[in-house]
């Protein structure tokens, strides 16, 4: 190993954000709640299966020891896990795959309005935002152009940095190959609502996330997902809902079932400059001090221990292994990165229900070209080749891929940028998924405070998610209802 | 007693200053520390790895060592631990602020309210007014394109929310609202920066671009001004609770009692914001001395990475520290957003803790590179006990508990220790395991 560990979530955000000041803040991961075991990942689990025929080929608990992991999955839960258990119930579950959702939530705030632009109100838009709005037809040298959408988005357009082709995303597919003819029949694969949130909004980075979070416009100890995963999912699997960063997303924070964070399959050593691994295995030497008792109060130093030892955990674990195989297709990002992982995830028969990401800085308060421009470039590819990779593994019909944001952003410019709003940009991704313009436009004639009328409600797509696509009892999670989600059904 | 002050209140003990302290009181010796001028840097300058030296100005990585340099060498660490204190505050980020001289001008301005050996009487409103008035705010938080006709409310936010009053109370209930963020937000506009000649750049007041109008901000109407709107919010009285917590947890884990906050409040408010006094307050509370037998608080990054050069005698002479605080989640001059690093347990993570080691690692790889034998020197007759001892005292004779003590004893006992790379191996192996084990992460 080299001296640097691999950390592959910690880098990116550099090079392909400009972060924004105000709220690149994670908190929306849970870091209060303190990972309970650490669960090995079977490499034979994560070969996956690419012809699409599930079975749990030789993934007993004997191979699975004989083998070890290629990869580790922080636990949550409220009790101790007995990993080998846990192991067997990701099998048996996955001997029935069900579907599966990804939610990729874009941190920050996304300016919905410069992402699918209202051309049916071209001229107020235009007024409302000098500098900023993007121009009609094909860019130019200075100005990012936009699109028709075609079918139901008749009276919109794509920002021409998140469509195929160049001069525009440079590749080919985007946005547009995902939407297809926006008619929500066969290939229009991809369900745009331009102003959901809820009402009424509050501007707050971090109130709004706990809300869009919890599935309810309070604070809640719970997410929706977890609370999903607390009624129907299962009560020893942790690889049921997997975040894909250092630590779990509210969204599946639960009461009682197991949930887990995986950031990276790649092994590592506790390794001492000059001493042959044959004289001393010095991996294996940290063991005893991570085993030293703290006292009671003493959280710190316990953790250290604790942290220590885990970490010897994974490097016993990972260390005569290679990595797993990765699709390409991707662009090159952390985002991708994390698609990546989450096919591999999805598809290894692990009893996934639910995969979280929280990418992206797009609190663009200043600079929102430069900032929000190459990110969208980058999400729009990035969800295209996720779904060809998902389709390549036969798995795409059973995951469902939704991408949101804390709120909107205020209709007109601080000049360079946008401030806190509301009413923003939903999208659903998948085969699955009635396609096309699935919510109202609220028009910018009437506003609310200078930010659009809220017209979908998001508990109504989560309700739906819930009710259509996961199975459940949508009320039984969702606080406050019933939300009808209008228009009809999601799936189909 | 010596050892916890210098880890909590600076970046660990040299054998210099554990004599100097030694025998004091508490007391005697936190005013002994916050008495101290800040003094020359001792030691020999920074330079890159080919002997050049460090242009900060013209490369981050640079910048960022010019900083470590500083708290590696200074002649009073409390004054660079508060600078630092306050960089994670009033977070500001070179990522977004450019030219890099708007972020050490900005740090040279926590430091004069660091440093109460020449400023006894540096207070906190004033420094909340030079920050949000000083151009590294004004272009992190974009207040420089604030203005009356585009009113941006993203430092009236953070001042309310980040750097005076929390979002909050004690009791739950929110401290303000949405509409007090917007005016506020309107008293904030009308600052530009005026950067033409960087060393030099300075925000100014520009009153044709200020919402001259009426606000009402908590309750308060006036046509407020930037420094009228931080007094009206500084007035509000969660702000001493909000700030001494969040001083007292730099130093102490443990929740301070509702008694000892309000005696640290008083001490705050009466003195007109005063920091020396409340810094003073904090470093003498006898939660300072919790668990002295057993540190209890995780070593921020930077403490732990700047400790580990001062307990080797090691200036900087290459970018190591720049790697390696980067791998640890803690890179100077580049907090991940507005509300700085958030600290305590959430440091440690498998990829940190190995992170963690190798910093360790590193340093003695590099100090053994100084030697003519590049490597720890062989002690042919030596005894297993000698060798630990000996490991020990050269990497500053950190703390180590009962049970890691004899677990790497057993260690030096049953290592191999035949031929001379056997015992070299040793050695190297309880140096790193003392410098960068579980036991040294915490203070």
């Given at each position: 190993m080299?001296?640097?560990p691999?950390?592959p979530?910690m880098?990116p955000?550099a090079?392909e954000?400009?972060?924004c000041a105000?709220?690149?803040?994670?908190d929306?991961?849970?870091?209060?709640?303190?990972?309970v075991?650490v669960?090995p990942?079977?490499?034979e689990a994560l070969?996956?299966f690419?012809?699409?025929?599930?079975r749990?080929?030789?993934?007993?608990?004997?191979s699975f020891?004989?083998?070890g992991a290629?990869?580790?999955?922080?636990v949550y839960?409220?009790t101790q896990?007995?990993?080998t258990?846990a192991?067997?119930?990701a099998?048996?579950?996955?001997?029935?795959?069900?579907?599966?959702?990804?939610?990729i939530?874009l941190?920050?705030g996304?300016?919905?309005?410069?992402?699918?632009?209202?051309?049916?109100?071209?001229?107020?838009?235009?007024?409302?935002?000098?500098g900023?709005a993007r121009?009609?037809?094909?860019?130019?040298?200075?100005q990012v152009?936009?699109?028709?959408?075609p079918?139901?988005?008749?009276?919109?357009?794509?920002a021409?940095?998140?469509?195929?082709?160049?001069?525009n995303?440079?590749?080919?597919?985007?946005?547009?190959?995902?939407?297809g003819d926006?008619?929500?029949?066969?290939?229009s694969d991809?369900?745009?609502?331009?102003a959901?949130?809820?009402?009424?909004?509050?501007?707050?980075h971090f109130?709004?996330?706990?809300?869009?979070?919890?599935?309810a416009l309070?604070?809640m100890?719970?997410?929706?997902?977890?609370?999903?995963?607390?009624?129907?999912g299962s009560?020893?699997n942790?690889?049921?809902a997997?975040s894909?960063?250092?630590s779990?997303?509210?969204?599946?924070?639960?009461?009682?079932?197991?949930?887990?964070?995986?950031?990276?399959?790649?092994?590592?050593?506790?390794?001492?400059?000059?001493?042959?691994?044959?004289?001393?295995?010095?991996t294996e030497q940290?063991?005893?001090?991570?085993?030293?008792g703290?006292?009671?109060d003493?959280?710190?130093l316990?953790?250290?221990?604790?942290?220590?030892?885990?970490t010897?955990q994974?490097?016993r674990s990972l260390r005569?292994?290679?990595?797993?195989p990765?699709a390409?297709?991707?662009?090159?990002?952390n985002?991708?990165?994390?698609?990546?992982?989450a096919?591999?995830?999805l598809?290894?028969?692990?009893?996934?229900?639910?995969?979280t990401i929280?990418?992206?800085s797009f609190d663009?308060?200043?600079?929102q070209?430069?900032?929000?421009d190459?990110q969208?470039?980058?999400l729009?590819?990035a969800l295209a080749a996720?779904?060809?990779?998902?389709?390549?593994?036969?798995?795409?019909?059973?995951?469902l891929t939704?991408v949101?944001?804390?709120?909107?952003r205020?209709?007109?410019?601080?000049?360079g940028g946008?401030?806190?709003?509301?009413?923003?940009?939903?999208?659903?991704?998948?085969s699955?998924?009635?396609g096309?313009?699935?919510?109202?436009?609220p028009g910018?004639?009437?506003?609310?405070?200078?930010d659009?009328?809220?017209?979908?409600?998001?508990?109504?797509v989560?309700s739906?998610?819930v009710?259509?696509w996961?199975?459940g009892e949508?009320?039984a999670?969702i606080?406050?209802?019933p939300?009808?989600?209008?228009?009809?059904?999601?799936?189909? | 007693m010596?050892d916890?002050?210098?880890?909590?209140?600076?970046?660990g003990?040299?054998?210099?200053s554990?004599a100097?302290?030694?025998?004091?009181s508490?007391?005697?010796?936190?005013?002994?520390?916050?008495a101290?001028?800040q003094?020359p840097?001792?030691?020999?300058?920074?330079?890159?790895?080919?002997?050049?030296?460090?242009?900060p100005?013209?490369?981050?990585?640079?910048?960022?060592?010019a900083?470590?340099?500083?708290?590696?060498r200074t002649?009073n660490?409390?004054?660079?631990r508060?600078?630092f204190?306050?960089?994670?505050?009033?977070a500001?980020s070179?990522?977004?602020?450019s030219?890099p001289?708007?972020?050490?001008?900005q740090?040279?301005l926590?430091?004069?309210?660091?440093?109460?050996?020449?400023?006894?009487t540096?207070?906190?409103?004033?420094?909340v007014?030079?920050?949000?008035?000083?151009p590294a705010m004004?272009?992190?938080l974009?207040?420089?394109?604030?203005?009356k006709?585009?009113i941006n409310?993203n430092y009236?936010?953070?001042?309310?929310?980040l750097?005076?009053l929390?979002?909050?109370n004690?009791?739950g209930?929110?401290?303000y609202?949405?509409?007090?963020v917007?005016?506020?937000?309107?008293?904030t506009?009308g600052w530009?920066i005026?950067d033409?000649n960087?060393?030099?750049?300075?925000?100014y007041?520009?009153r044709?671009?200020?919402?001259?109008?009426?606000?009402t901000?908590?309750?308060?109407t006036?046509?407020?001004?930037?420094?009228?709107?931080?007094?009206v919010v500084?007035?509000?009285?969660?702000?001493a609770?909000f700030?001494?917590?969040?001083?007292?947890?730099?130093f102490?884990?443990?929740?301070?009692s509702?008694?000892?906050?309000?005696?640290?409040t008083?001490?705050?408010?009466?003195?007109?914001?005063?920091?020396?006094?409340?810094v003073?307050?904090?470093l003498?509370h006898?939660?300072m001395?919790?668990?002295i037998?057993?540190?209890?608080m995780?070593k921020?990054?930077?403490v732990?990475?700047v400790?580990?050069?001062?307990?080797?005698?090691?200036g900087?002479?290459?970018?190591?520290?720049?790697?390696v605080?980067?791998?640890m989640?803690?890179t100077?001059?580049?907090?991940?957003?507005?509300a700085?690093?958030?600290?305590?347990?959430a440091?440690?993570n498998?990829?940190t803790?190995?992170?963690r080691f190798?910093?360790?690692?590193?340093?003695?790889?590099?100090?053994?590179a100084?030697?003519?034998?590049?490597?720890p020197?062989?002690?042919?007759?030596?005894?297993?006990?000698q060798?630990?001892q000996?490991a020990?005292?050269?990497?500053?004779?950190?703390?180590?508990a009962k049970?890691?003590?004899?677990s790497?004893r057993?260690y030096?006992?049953n290592a191999?220790?035949?031929?001379?790379?056997d015992?070299i191996?040793?050695?190297?192996?309880?140096?790193a395991?003392m410098?960068g084990?579980?036991?040294?992460q915490?203070?």
């Amino acid at each position: 190993m080299s001296d640097s560990p691999d950390l592959p979530m910690m880098d990116p955000g550099a090079a392909e954000a400009i972060r924004c000041a105000d709220c690149a803040r994670s908190d929306s991961l849970v870091r209060d709640l303190d990972p309970v075991d650490v669960m090995p990942i079977s490499p034979e689990a994560l070969q996956g299966f690419p012809d699409g025929v599930p079975r749990a080929r030789g993934m007993d608990r004997r191979s699975f020891l004989r083998t070890g992991a290629i990869g580790m999955a922080s636990v949550y839960a409220a009790t101790q896990i007995d990993w080998t258990r846990a192991f067997e119930a990701a099998v048996a579950e996955g001997a029935d795959p069900a579907n599966q959702v990804v939610m990729i939530f874009l941190n920050g705030g996304n300016d919905g309005l410069n992402t699918v632009v209202p051309n049916g109100e071209y001229a107020a838009y235009l007024a409302a935002r000098p500098g900023l709005a993007r121009i009609q037809g094909p860019s130019t040298a200075t100005q990012v152009g936009s699109t028709i959408m075609p079918g139901t988005g008749d009276q919109h357009a794509w920002a021409n940095v998140g469509i195929s082709g160049v001069g525009n995303n440079g590749d080919t597919r985007g946005f547009d190959t995902l939407w297809g003819d926006g008619s929500g029949g066969a290939g229009s694969d991809l369900a745009v609502w331009p102003a959901a949130d809820y009402t009424p909004a509050n501007r707050s980075h971090f109130d709004s996330r706990d809300y869009w979070f919890a599935g309810a416009l309070q604070k809640m100890s719970t997410g929706w997902l977890g609370r999903w995963l607390d009624k129907y999912g299962s009560a020893d699997n942790p690889l049921q809902a997997i975040s894909l960063d250092s630590s779990i997303s509210k969204q599946i924070r639960t009461a009682k079932a197991p949930v887990s964070a995986v950031q990276s399959l790649n092994g590592v050593e506790f390794r001492v400059d000059g001493v042959a691994t044959n004289l001393v295995n010095t991996t294996e030497q940290m063991a005893p001090l991570s085993l030293v008792g703290a006292g009671a109060d003493n959280i710190e130093l316990a953790k250290a221990r604790e942290v220590y030892g885990r970490t010897v955990q994974v490097s016993r674990s990972l260390r005569s292994l290679a990595g797993a195989p990765a699709a390409g297709g991707y662009p090159a990002s952390n985002l991708s990165q994390r698609l990546q992982l989450a096919a591999t995830l999805l598809s290894a028969n692990l009893g996934t229900k639910a995969i979280t990401i929280d990418w992206g800085s797009f609190d663009t308060h200043g600079n929102q070209l430069q900032s929000q421009d190459p990110q969208l470039t980058t999400l729009s590819r990035a969800l295209a080749a996720f779904k060809a990779d998902l389709t390549a593994r036969g798995i795409e019909g059973r995951v469902l891929t939704l991408v949101f944001s804390e709120f909107g952003r205020r209709v007109e410019t601080n000049e360079g940028g946008t401030d806190h709003g509301a009413g923003g940009l939903m999208m659903a991704m998948g085969s699955a998924v009635r396609g096309g313009m699935r919510g109202d436009f609220p028009g910018l004639t009437v506003l609310d405070r200078g930010d659009l009328r809220v017209t979908t409600d998001f508990r109504s797509v989560y309700s739906s998610i819930v009710g259509e696509w996961l199975g459940g009892e949508p009320g039984a999670v969702i606080p406050g209802g019933p939300f009808p989600l209008a228009g009809g059904a999601l799936i189909g | 007693m010596v050892d916890r002050l210098t880890w909590r209140a600076g970046f660990g003990p040299s054998e210099a200053s554990r004599a100097a302290l030694k025998g004091l009181s508490l007391h005697k010796a936190v005013d002994r520390l916050i008495a101290a001028p800040q003094g020359p840097l001792s030691g020999p300058e920074p330079v890159h790895n080919d002997g050049t030296p460090l242009k900060p100005l013209e490369s981050d990585t640079d910048l960022v060592l010019a900083w470590c340099d500083r708290m590696v060498r200074t002649g009073n660490p409390l004054v660079e631990r508060l600078t630092f204190f306050w960089h994670r505050h009033f977070a500001t980020s070179r990522q977004d602020v450019s030219p890099p001289q708007l972020m050490t001008n900005q740090n040279d301005l926590m430091r004069r309210y660091s440093d109460y050996a020449a400023n006894p009487t540096a207070n906190f409103r004033q420094l909340v007014y030079e920050v949000g008035e000083g151009p590294a705010m004004l272009r992190f938080l974009t207040g420089e394109n604030s203005t009356k006709r585009a009113i941006n409310e993203n430092y009236g936010r953070e001042l309310m929310e980040l750097f005076c009053l929390g979002v909050t109370n004690a009791a739950g209930q929110p401290n303000y609202t949405e509409t007090d963020v917007r005016e506020a937000a309107r008293a904030t506009s009308g600052w530009q920066i005026d950067d033409e000649n960087p060393d030099a750049a300075v925000g100014y007041f520009n009153r044709s671009r200020w919402d001259d109008g009426q606000k009402t901000v908590l309750g308060k109407t006036g046509a407020f001004s930037h420094r009228e709107v931080v007094d009206v919010v500084l007035s509000h009285p969660s702000h001493a609770p909000f700030l001494v917590t969040k001083l007292w947890h730099e130093f102490i884990p443990t929740a301070p009692s509702p008694a000892t906050l309000r005696d640290l409040t008083r001490v705050y408010t009466r003195s007109g914001f005063r920091l020396k006094p409340l810094v003073r307050r904090i470093l003498t509370h006898p939660a300072m001395l919790d668990s002295i037998k057993e540190p209890n608080m995780i070593k921020p990054p930077i403490v732990q990475a700047v400790g580990a050069m001062r307990a080797l005698g090691m200036g900087i002479t290459d970018d190591t520290l720049f790697q390696v605080l980067g791998a640890m989640g803690q890179t100077p001059y580049f907090p991940p957003t507005v509300a700085g690093w958030e600290g305590g347990t959430a440091w440690l993570n498998t990829n940190t803790a190995l992170a963690r080691f190798s910093l360790a690692n590193r340093l003695l790889a590099k100090q053994y590179a100084t030697l003519p034998t590049k490597a720890p020197e062989d002690v042919p007759g030596e005894t297993p006990v000698q060798a630990f001892q000996r490991a020990h005292a050269a990497v500053g004779r950190p703390w180590l508990a009962k049970g890691t003590i004899s677990s790497l004893r057993y260690y030096s006992a049953n290592a191999k220790a035949v031929s001379a790379n056997d015992r070299i191996a040793r050695q190297r192996v309880l140096r790193a395991f003392m410098l960068g084990g579980p036991d040294a992460q915490v203070m």
